[in-house]
């Protein structure tokens, strides 16, 4: 394979887990992904009892680019229908919003003790008003990405083991699915989301993919795939202080 050009002669890909601190399995496949394979960044879920212990190795692990996970609720797809399976706010109100936005953020400060490197949200509900502008705001004064809302760094979400009703696609997150997206890529910053998991121990529609995810991430395929292409692993701090423009 021929090294990939970029804008500087590179491609820059952040691959980044959700939901880090939701459970423990969920971080020991986090934490699996970034020692053993090619994750570089992690966004922590701070309302969840095991985001204390996220944190700590992340405050330990300064390789590990840790943003925020936004968690205003989550549906799943059962017997034909979404439903709900909690709700932490009403996603209608914008104070509600607000606050809870500007709660989690707090949160984030006192378990990191530092700002975030990037923003993005559980099951994207940042991209819907009232909390897309909300979001946003806050983004914009911190100086970082915000998923798919920022010009800098392109999303990739093609990673993922089930269609939008939760059948099974089994075939998306093999190693040789992710080898094929890392030869899609375009010049600059990419953002490949993922969801590994050493334990399905989560009551979510998305579960026993999360450990393919994490056998395909760590797989050295994937790996010897990455530097053959040229490609750059970095987190979400590598994108610098280039000016944010939101779409």
Not at 137 to 153: M, S
Request: proline share 5%.
């Amino acid at each position: 394979m021929n090294p990939r050009p970029g804008a500087d002669g590179r491609c820059y890909l952040i691959v980044n887990a959700d939901d880090f601190g939701q459970s423990a399995g969920v971080n020991r496949g986090i934490i699996q992904a970034h020692e053993q394979g090619i994750l570089t960044s992690a966004s922590l879920m701070v309302r969840w009892p095991h985001a204390g212990e996220a944190a700590s190795y992340a405050r330990g692990n300064a390789s590990l680019g840790v943003g925020i996970h936004i968690d205003l609720g989550e549906w799943a797809f059962r017997d034909g229908e979404w439903v709900r399976l909690y709700s932490v706010v009403d996603e209608g109100d914008p104070t509600a919003v607000e606050q809870e936005v500007s709660s989690q953020l707090a949160a984030f400060r006192r378990l990191m003790g530092r700002d975030p490197t990037h923003i993005d949200s559980h099951q994207h509900v940042h991209r819907r008003e009232p909390a897309r502008s909300i979001v946003s705001q806050i983004a914009g004064t911190l100086g970082v990405p915000l998923r798919d809302l920022d010009a800098r760094v392109r999303y990739c979400g093609n990673f993922y083991g089930q269609d939008d009703t939760g059948a099974a696609l089994p075939e998306g997150i093999t190693a040789d699915a992710l080898v094929g997206i890392l030869s899609g890529l375009e010049p600059g910053f990419t953002e490949l989301c993922c969801h590994p998991a050493a334990e399905p121990d989560l009551d979510t529609m998305y579960r026993l993919e999360r450990l393919q995810e994490l056998a395909s991430l760590c797989d050295p395929h994937v790996r010897d795939a990455v530097g053959a292409m040229g490609i750059e692993l970095c987190s979400f701090s590598r994108v610098g202080s280039t000016p944010a423009k939101s779409q």
